[in-house]
Every structure is written in structure tokens, then in C-alpha cells.
């Protein structure tokens, strides 16, 4: 199973912009999915998933100003985050996991499968 994450960038604060995450390997329709980031110096965080039963969730820091989606056909997972700030800047990370459900779904040990990661700098 491979995650190929891209679209990542320097952006302006305020801009925007959309990660996608391709899988292969694994019909994806069944799993959850999940962006994490990593910013220097930091441990890696939960930003945002949907779980098994379609759920979505966010991390306070992101809320509002992102949205996750998925797309089953395409088997490919999306992150659109808006009004981006500095302390945004991090390396986003997509992962999938068979078990992932409300309870669990900021846990980095209910994902199984992670791609690479792909950098956002937010900066002017």
C-alpha cells in the first residue's frame, strides 16, 4: 500500500491551498482517513479525518478554516485549508487506517498506512 501526498507549497498568510493524497494498493472506500502535520521542532499532530462511518473531524487549531474529503472512485483524499497562517507551516502527512472511528480518530496508532508528507510554509 502506497500514499502519495502532494500539493503542498510556500503560500502568503491568508492564502490557500488543497493536499491531495492518492492511495494504491488498497481500495480505500472502507478505510478512515486522516491528515496529521509535524511542525519543526514538534511532535506530530492530528488536523483532521474521516472516520469509518463517515464522521468528520477537526483539530480546534484548523476548525473552520479547513475541510477533508475523500473520493472514494479516485481513491484519493483531499485537505482544503483556507486562510492560512504562519503557525500552519508543518509537513502534512496522510494516513488511512481499517479501525479508525470517532473515539479514536485523532490517534496516530489507529492508522496503519502513512505517506510521505508534503511541506506547507505559510509565510510572507
Known amino acids: 500500500v502506497q500514499l502519495q501526498a502532494s500539493g503542498g507549497g510556500l503560500v502568503q498568510p491568508g492564502g490557500s491551498l488543497r493536499l491531495s493524497c492518492v492511495v494504491s494498493g488498497r481500495t480505500f472506500s472502507s478505510y478512515a482517513v486522516g491528515w496529521f502535520r509535524q511542525a519543526p521542532g514538534m511532535e506530530r499532530e492530528f488536523v483532521a479525518a474521516?472516520?469509518?462511518?463517515?464522521?468528520?473531524s477537526y483539530a480546534d487549531s484548523m476548525k473552520g478554516r479547513v475541510t477533508i474529503s475523500k473520493d472514494n472512485a479516485r481513491n484519493t483524499m483531499y485537505f482544503q485549508m483556507d486562510s492560512l497562517r504562519p503557525e500552519d507551516t508543518a509537513v502534512y502527512y496522510c494516513?488511512?487506517?481499517?479501525?479508525?472511528?470517532?473515539?479514536?480518530?485523532?490517534?496516530?496508532?489507529?492508522?496503519?498506512?502513512w505517506g510521505q508528507g508534503t511541506q506547507v510554509t505559510v509565510s510572507s
Open positions: 474521516i472516520n469509518r462511518s463517515g464522521g468528520k
Open positions: 494516513a488511512i487506517g481499517p479501525s479508525v472511528i470517532a473515539s479514536n480518530v485523532a490517534s496516530q496508532t489507529a492508522y496503519v498506512y
